[in-house]
Every structure is written in C-alpha cells, then in structure tokens.
C-alpha cells in the first residue's frame, strides 16, 4: 500500500476554481494507476477522474468533461486535479485513489488498495 494524503479543498463561489493535491509516500510503481473520485453528503462515492502514472493517459466523468483537468508530477510523487467552472453540485468530499490495474481507468474500485482521508470541497451558489 501507499499513503495517499489529499490537499487544497475549501470554500468557493461557483464559476470559481480550485485545485487539489494528493501526495503518494511508499511503494509507487510505474504501472499504477491514480485517481480521483468524490462523495457527496448522503450519497456514494463516484469516479471523477484518473491517469496513468506511466504514460499520462488521463480519462474523466462525463459530468466533468472539459472542466477538470488531472495531472502528475512524477518526481513529487503527486497527482494534481485543477477544478474549474466549479458548481454547487460539485460539492462533496474528493478521495484520492491508487489502483494496481486500469480498473481504475474505468471508474472501477474493486482493485483500489490505497485511499487518502479526503478534503472538503464547498460550492456556494
């Protein structure tokens, strides 16, 4: 397992942006796969977006097409989601996630083997 440790959630109007972070700390492999996904109050949890350590290839929610951007950098062992045209009903707590298969890549957590402890994200209308 790696040790996943999400940042920079918080409070912003909609239209806003934020961006956030997930710092990954132990055995990280070339052939991961590294994701978001986020909870709303009262509901599941559901697939925002991942990448590819290796290769970069990024895949994404239909509801966050064209809005979301997932990056990496390999060097800071960092995954990266810049939120833009934030909505009220983006509201939810954002999980990030490490996956040994491309399930991941799929929206998929049964291959999941690592979970950070979230961070708040608050769209105000």
């Known amino acids: 397992q790696v040790q996943l440790v999400e940042s920079g959630g918080g409070l912003v109007q909609a239209g806003g942006s934020l961006k956030l972070s997930c710092v990954a700390s132990?055995?990280?492999?070339?052939?991961?796969?590294m994701g978001w996904f986020r909870q709303p109050p009262g509901k599941e949890r559901d697939f925002v977006a991942a990448?590819?350590?290796?290769?970069?290839?990024?895949y994404y929610a239909d509801s966050v097409k064209g809005r979301f951007t997932i990056s990496k950098d390999n060097a800071k062992n960092t995954v990266y989601l810049q939120m833009n045209s934030l909505k009220p009903e983006d509201t939810a707590r954002y999980y990030c996630?490490?996956?040994?298969?491309?399930?991941?890549?799929?929206?998929?957590?049964?291959?999941?083997?690592?979970w950070g402890q979230g961070t708040q994200v608050t769209v105000s209308s």
């Open positions: 996630a490490r996956d040994r298969t491309t399930a991941l890549a799929m929206g998929a957590t049964k291959s999941v083997d690592s």
């Open positions: 990448i590819s350590w290796s290769g970069g290839s990024t």
């Open positions: 132990g055995h990280t492999f070339s052939s991961d796969f």
